[in-house]
């Protein structure tokens, strides 16, 4: 008889140790563990005596990603409670190619796979699947811009390209039946870096899952979704098949809880709700361009960086963020150019072509520059650098209507650490209106100052490693002894 938590239970479950949580699990999944020999472990008992649960995953927006403040993710954070709930630690595999996922985990790598995975009838006669977390819905994407398909029929005879493994696949095929000469192309590339490179106009069409273009359309907003192209589905995590169910009936009552008190639904407003802003960042995209792209402007960079006194690797990286080192960028906002200047800050610096890589490096560090000398004094170095990244961004006027607030607050405005808390009330309706220039995007210079840091952290590796391997090697003189 399968025995449910007692409400009276649930509020002290989390507030006792995790050693007694442990004592307590194990004894209200009695009736699951009574499945197995009296000698033997079943799965439940068995991660629970080794103290950590082993996930298969792979890195994007939607499930698991790496920021300066550590890992993070929608599946990151649910499954980081569902090792709490057991009372164990996390450790998880990240697999580089999701096609390879379900494989792995069924020759034996792993206690369970969450990674977005879609519920499907084939995938479900290979694995246990656990109750749907999410609801999604395959939608084609497409660049504004250019020819929208409004149906099925209008694919055929377009560029089409998929990630190779996914339910995107079995859709078409089931398409495909009824529309017999519609094609695509299968691809071993993450449905992300399909996306951006429907962004960048070299592709005309991909699918992916809601939640996926929704976190990426933040980043590019380019991106349009033309339709849904099945009814919804659901994400699921997966499970061994077979008799021992224990981790399994685990994970059934871990999410159910989750659900009735309202955390799933935090947990999915944070990261898909109007407010929420990813920190991921596509670095296998981005050490690409580094070795592809940027050597055409290095130059550029090396020189603003002489010229300013400024760390090279640090424009880049702040050009990177802004345009993707594309000097023709233009945003819907007017800003264009590699480091996308306003008008009005070219021409308070004399630029006459934003679109000139020269002339938008140059005037991007001196602008820069500027903003670090404008800082207060009070103001220290790195908080320094990282309060003028964020004026570059926002404007010193409402960074400076963020300092206020924080220190308002009881915090230290000359603090990036404290300062980034309170950037996003900008936008807020309940405090702006109490600032002095009012409204402002405030989330968006803590993200543009997080993913500088991390795009100059990977670049200023790469640029060491580089130049340790053209370091002709030492000799080992030693000096005579005396």
Same mark, same amino acid.
């Given at each position: ?71 993070? &993710?929608?599946? *990151? ?7 709490? !709930?057991?009372?164990?630690? #996390? +450790?998880?595999?990240? @697999? /580089? ?32 699947? &656990?109750?749907? *977390? ?7 994407? !497409?660049?504004?811009?250019? #020819? +929208?398909?409004?149906? @099925? /029929? ?329």
């Amino acid at each position: 008889m399968d025995r449910k938590l007692p409400g009276q239970w649930i509020g002290r479950f989390h507030a006792v140790s995790r050693r007694l949580r442990t004592v307590l699990l194990l004894t209200l999944l009695a009736p699951a563990f009574l499945s197995c020999t009296f000698f033997e472990k079943n799965k439940l008992q068995s991660v629970i005596a080794a103290g950590e649960l082993v996930v298969l995953t792979r890195t994007s927006p939607t499930t698991y990603y790496e920021t300066p403040e550590g890992p993070a &993710g929608f599946e *990151y954070d649910l499954v980081k409670g569902f090792a709490d !709930y057991l009372g164990v630690n #996390p +450790r998880f595999i990240v @697999v /580089p190619k999701f096609s390879d996922i379900l494989p792995r985990f069924l020759e034996g790598e792993g206690d369970m796979a969450a990674a977005g995975i879609t519920v499907t009838e084939a995938r479900a006669r290979l694995v246990q699947f &656990g109750p749907p *977390y999410q609801e999604i819905r395959q939608q084609v994407v !497409y660049r504004l811009g250019t #020819p +929208r398909p409004a149906d @099925v /029929p209008a694919l055929v005879g377009r560029q089409i390209e998929v990630q190779a493994g996914t339910s995107y696949v079995e859709r078409l095929h089931e398409l495909k039946q009824e529309y017999p000469e519609l094609k695509w192309a299968e691809v071993d590339r993450e449905t992300e870096e399909l996306l951006v490179t429907v962004w960048e106009g070299l592709l005309e069409l991909t699918i992916a899952d809601s939640n996926i273009v929704s976190i990426n359309r933040q980043y590019f907003p380019d991106l349009q979704v033309a339709f849904t192209l099945a009814k919804p589905e659901s994400l699921a995590w997966a499970f061994p098949r077979g008799e021992d169910q224990s981790l399994h009936e685990a994970a059934v009552k871990y999410l159910a809880e989750t659900r009735a008190s309202g955390k799933l639904a935090q947990l999915v407003d944070r990261y898909y709700g109007p407010a929420s802003r990813s920190n991921f960042i596509n670095l296998s995209i981005y050490r690409v361009r580094i070795r592809g792209l940027l050597p055409h402007y290095q130059m550029l960079f090396e020189n603003a960086g002489k010229k300013y006194g400024l760390d090279w690797r640090l424009l880049a990286a702040i050009g990177y963020q802004e345009s993707f080192w594309n000097p023709d960028a233009v945003s819907p906002t007017g800003v264009r150019g590699i480091m996308m200047l306003t008008q009005e800050t070219a021409g308070h610096l004399g630029i006459a072509d934003r679109l000139d890589p020269t002339e938008s490096i140059d005037g991007g560090a001196r602008y820069l520059q500027g903003l670090i000398t404008r800082m207060p004094p009070g103001i220290t170095e790195p908080d320094r650098l990282w309060m003028a990244l964020a004026a570059y961004n926002v404007g010193v006027s409402h960074l400076e209507d963020a300092r206020i607030l924080t220190q308002k607050q009881g915090r230290d405005p000359n603090k990036w650490n404290d300062v980034k808390n309170y950037l996003p009330w900008l936008a807020d309706e309940a405090w702006y209106p109490k600032t002095k220039y009012g409204y402002a995007r405030g989330m968006e210079p803590v993200l543009f100052v997080n993913r500088v840091r991390t795009y100059y952290d990977v670049l200023v590796k790469i640029d060491e490693e580089e130049k340790a391997k053209s370091k002709p090697e030492a000799l080992d003189l030693k000096a005579p002894a005396i």
